[in-house]
């Protein structure tokens, strides 16, 4: 059974730092790419970053590029998100996902991020 279990959120303060984790299991996590997405209130989920199963990253989102980063760790099936510099508009609720190899997408259950004083 796939599973992705995303942890790391919480309140940060404007210009602050979080690194969030996508804990997986049920599939060879080193052979697939992940990608990580974002949904503000009232807004569409955003694709944020796409991580490959050799550790390559791109960050997708215009918004975030210079401030948010991507890595794994496949011997851990761990992917994360890392993220400073961060603004009130990076609040949001952050998803990791990945695609079987049928096209059926898997996504956990999101860590919410709140950006405030």
């Known amino acids: 059974q796939v599973q992705l279990v995303e942890s790391g959120g919480g309140l940060v303060q404007p210009g602050g730092s979080l690194t969030l984790s996508c804990a997986t299991s049920?599939?060879?996590?080193?052979?697939?790419?992940m990608y990580w997405w974002r949904q503000a209130p009232g807004q569409e989920r955003e694709l944020i970053a796409t991580?490959?199963?050799?550790?390559?990253?791109?960050i997708d989102a215009d918004s975030v590029k210079g401030r948010f980063s991507t890595s794994r760790d496949n011997a851990k099936n761990i992917a994360y998100l890392q993220m400073s510099r961060l603004k009130s508009e990076d609040t949001a609720m952050y998803y990791c996902?990945?695609?079987?190899?049928?096209?059926?997408?898997?996504w956990g259950k999101g860590t919410l991020v709140n950006v405030s004083t």
């Open positions: 991580l490959s199963p050799t550790g390559g990253n791109t």
């Open positions: 049920g599939f060879n996590f080193k052979d697939y790419v």
């Open positions: 996902n990945t695609v079987g190899r049928l096209g059926a997408p898997y």
